[in-house]
T-cell receptor
């Protein structure tokens, strides 16, 4: 595709339910990143994939958060037993090969609201 | 610890006037520095980056930024602001010596250009 796509664009869920957020990176990009943007806050790094492996999971806030990437392409971020503080915009980004100099290209985000 | 500071939550400027959005950073080694812009309900868009070389970097939409190592700053500038420049601007840094591929983002500065 022409850019990074994310689905759903909006998700409303009840506290305690599980949610899955999907990211389709730019074709051919081997590096994939998840960030969280809370109201009034900067972007918070969650996890980085290079291919199917995740060498940096340091930003995942708790064990309720997990992510996987299959086939070196699509990634899914799963939040189990959602809490109200999980409400935020979740952004995915990809880059060509994970080189430090590379620009990351961001998707439009998934806006999650936990009631 | 690595960090990025954007000291102004909001910057107001009249259309046609020059604009500056401030960013300072703290990293342990030599940084890669980036500016991104976020329009309402859109993902982040890359504006420009400093990797090495000339301290004045030119980017998209007429924006430029000056890397100042002694002041650890990377302020974003534009000679003549447009109403359409109104958006949320993020500064980000990657520390090339730490081995991490993640961006460290500032909290963002909302630019409002007044007609």
């Amino acid at each position: 595709g022409a850019g990074v796509s994310q689905s759903p664009s909006n998700k409303v869920t009840e506290k305690g339910k599980d949610v899955e957020l999907r990211c389709d990176p730019i074709s051919g990009h081997t590096a994939l990143y998840w960030y969280r943007q809370s109201l009034g806050q900067g972007l918070e790094f969650l996890i980085y994939f290079q291919g199917n492996s995740a060498p940096d999971k340091s930003g995942l806030p708790s064990d309720r958060f997990s992510a996987e990437r299959t086939g070196g392409s699509v990634s899914t971020l799963t939040i189990q037993r959602t809490q109200q503080e999980d409400s935020a915009v979740y952004l995915c980004a990809s880059s060509l090969g994970g080189n430090f100099q590379e620009t990351q290209y961001f998707g439009p985000g998934t806006r999650l609201l936990v009631l | 610890a690595q960090s990025v500071a954007q000291p102004e939550d909001q910057v107001n400027v009249a259309e046609g006037n020059p604009l500056t959005v401030k960013c300072t950073y703290s990293v342990s080694g030599n940084p890669y520095l980036f500016w991104y812009v976020q329009y309402p309900n859109r993902g982040l868009q890359f504006l420009l980056k400093y990797i090495t070389g000339d301290n004045l970097v030119k980017g998209s939409y007429g924006f430029e930024a000056e890397f100042n190592k002694s002041q650890t700053s990377f302020h974003l500038k534009k000679p003549s602001a447009l109403v359409s420049d109104s958006a949320l601007y993020f500064c980000a840094v990657r520390d090339r010596t730490s081995g991490t591929y993640k961006y460290i983002f500032g909290t963002g500065t909302r630019l409002k250009v007044l007609a």
